[in-house]
C-alpha cells in the first residue's frame, strides 16, 4: 500500500509540456494537492466534526480552472470528503485545511498570513518566495516538471504532520 502511495506520487512528476500548456500544469498541481492531503495529519482542532470536509482555499484567482474541481470529485481522505473554495477578500470567512497560494498573491498572502498561518492550515504556493514567507509547501518547475519542498518548520508551526513517504519526496528546506 505505502509503495503504491509512493508510486503514485512519483508519477505526478510527470512533465509539463515545454509549449508552456498551463492546463497540463495545472492538472498536475491539482493532483498534488489531492495527494498531499492523503500524506499530512492535521491536529485535531483544525476540524469542528467527524465528517466535516478538508477545505481547500483558492487564494486570489484560481489557475485551475475544473483540474482541482475533477481532481477531489468523489474522492474521500479518511473518510472526509474534499470541497473547494475561493478566497477573493482581504478576510476568510470559512476555515481552509490547505490554502493554495498563486504566484501573484505575495501582498495578500502577507495581510492574511495570521489568518492562514493558524494551527492546522497547509498553506501550498507556488513562488520562489513562498516557503521563505512561511508557506508550508512550495511547487516549482524544475526542467518541465512539477516539483516541491518542504518547510518543515513551518509545518511544525502550523502542528502538521506530514509523512516520511512525501518528505522523502521532496526537498525539505528549514526557513
Same mark, same amino acid.
Given at each position: 500500500?505505502?509503495?503504491?502511495?509512493?508510486?503514485?506520487?512519483?508519477?505526478?512528476?510527470?512533465?509539463?509540456?515545454?509549449?508552456?500548456?498551463?492546463?497540463?500544469?495545472?492538472?498536475?498541481?491539482?493532483?498534488?494537492?489531492?495527494?498531499?492531503?492523503?500524506?499530512?495529519?492535521?491536529?485535531?482542532?483544525?476540524?469542528?466534526?467527524?465528517?466535516?470536509?478538508?477545505?481547500?482555499?483558492?487564494?486570489?484567482?484560481?489557475?485551475?480552472?475544473?483540474?482541482?474541481?475533477?481532481?477531489?470529485?468523489?474522492?474521500?481522505?479518511?473518510?472526509?470528503?474534499?470541497?473547494?473554495?475561493?478566497?477573493?477578500?482581504?478576510?476568510?470567512?470559512?476555515?481552509?485545511? +490547505?490554502?493554495?497560494?498563486?504566484? $501573484?498573491? %505575495?501582498? =495578500? #498572502?502577507?495581510?492574511?498570513? *495570521? /489568518?492562514?498561518?493558524?494551527?492546522?492550515?497547509?498553506?501550498?504556493?507556488?513562488?520562489?518566495?513562498?516557503?521563505?514567507?512561511?508557506?508550508? +509547501?512550495?511547487?516549482?518547475?524544475? $526542467?518541465? %516538471?512539477? =516539483? #516541491?519542498?518542504?518547510?518543515? *518548520? /513551518?509545518?511544525?508551526?502550523?502542528?502538521?504532520?506530514?509523512?516520511?513517504?512525501?518528505?522523502?519526496?521532496?526537498?525539505?528546506?528549514?526557513?
Amino acid at each position: 500500500m505505502a509503495l503504491r502511495l509512493v508510486t503514485v506520487l512519483l508519477g505526478m512528476l510527470l512533465a509539463v509540456s515545454a509549449h508552456g500548456q498551463a492546463v497540463e500544469e495545472y492538472q498536475v498541481k491539482a493532483a498534488f494537492l489531492y495527494n498531499f492531503a492523503k500524506f499530512v495529519q492535521w491536529p485535531s482542532s483544525a476540524f469542528k466534526s467527524a465528517q466535516e470536509p478538508i477545505a481547500i482555499c483558492i487564494l486570489g484567482q484560481n489557475p485551475f480552472g475544473g483540474a482541482l474541481d475533477e481532481a477531489i470529485r468523489g474522492k474521500q481522505i479518511e473518510g472526509r470528503s474534499l470541497v473547494v473554495y475561493q478566497v477573493s477578500s482581504d478576510t476568510p470567512s470559512r476555515a481552509c485545511h +490547505i490554502l493554495f497560494v498563486g504566484g $501573484a498573491e %505575495r501582498k =495578500r #498572502f502577507r495581510a492574511l498570513a *495570521e /489568518a492562514f498561518r493558524a494551527p492546522g492550515v497547509l498553506t501550498v504556493g507556488e513562488a520562489a518566495w513562498f516557503s521563505a514567507e512561511g508557506g508550508v +509547501i512550495n511547487l516549482k518547475l524544475d $526542467a518541465g %516538471r512539477v =516539483r #516541491f519542498e518542504i518547510n518543515v *518548520e /513551518a509545518a511544525d508551526r502550523q502542528q502538521l504532520r506530514i509523512s516520511s513517504k512525501l518528505l522523502s519526496l521532496a526537498q525539505v528546506v528549514n526557513k
